[in-house]
T-cell receptor, first 115, second 111 residues
């Protein structure tokens, strides 16, 4: 089956630094990937839609300069949390579709802790 | 984006029993999907039901959709300890996978 690999699985960083999270589709090409964040015991909130070769589409309330998304190839999207602060600590998850409008395949998430 | 919302349930059941979860949403949808999440992990797609469907089965899973009430239910029959997880519904309003997730139901199946 289709596999999405997310790296790193966890990261601890100091306040003010930037962190890059990678999302790779291992055995399929994904023109569209999605990024979410999830707080403990809460639901997933869609942050942005990442489109290969074009700018990401951000959901209302998500700062695009804070959460930089790059989808440079059909198998890789990256999310960079810039100048991270403790309130950015969360579980970040990506997903990808292998065919348009087909069910999504999710990565295993990245636990970000900002100290 | 709209929000699917499950009834705030934390189910604790014995192995072999059935588990039922509900989900309500607020706007029209193209489809509704159910996902499962093990603790600290990503989501696994379980089943998708389209707006013109009323019921769907997949193995031990049964999903219903009532668009007039804007609600869906997920039934897991003959539960197993391995079914212990959180279950989320997600609505797709435009048929483009921009999903709005519900709050989730935590299910614990006791062996």
């Amino acid at each position: 089956g289709a596999v999405v690999s997310q790296h790193p699985s966890w990261v601890i960083c100091k306040s003010g630094t930037s962190v890059k999270i990678e999302c790779r589709s291992l055995d399929f090409q994904a023109t569209t990937m999605f990024w979410y964040r999830q707080f403990p015991k809460q639901s997933l909130m869609l942050m942005a839609t990442s489109n290969e070769g074009s700018k990401a589409t951000y959901e209302q309330g998500v700062e695009k300069d804070k959460f930089l998304i790059n989808h440079a190839s059909l198998t890789l999207s990256t999310l960079t949390v810039t100048s991270a602060h403790p309130e950015d600590s969360s579980f970040y998850i990506c997903s990808a579709e292998d065919r348009q409008n087909s069910p999504l395949h999710f990565g295993n998430g990245t636990r970000l802790t900002v100290t | 984006s709209q929000q699917g919302e499950e009834d705030p349930q934390a189910l604790s059941i014995q192995e072999g029993e059935n588990a039922t979860m509900n989900c309500s949403y607020k706007t029209s949808i193209n489809n509704l999907q159910w996902y499962r999440q093990n603790s600290g992990r990503g989501l696994v797609h379980l089943i998708l039901i389209r707006s013109n469907e009323r019921e769907k089965h997949s193995g031990r899973l049964r999903v219903t959709l009532d668009t007039s009430k804007k609600s869906s239910s997920l039934l897991i029959t003959a539960s197993r300890a391995a079914d212990t997880a959180s279950y989320f519904c997600a609505t797709d309003q435009g048929g483009n996978n921009r999903l709005a997730f519900g709050k989730g139901n935590q299910v614990v199946v006791i062996p």
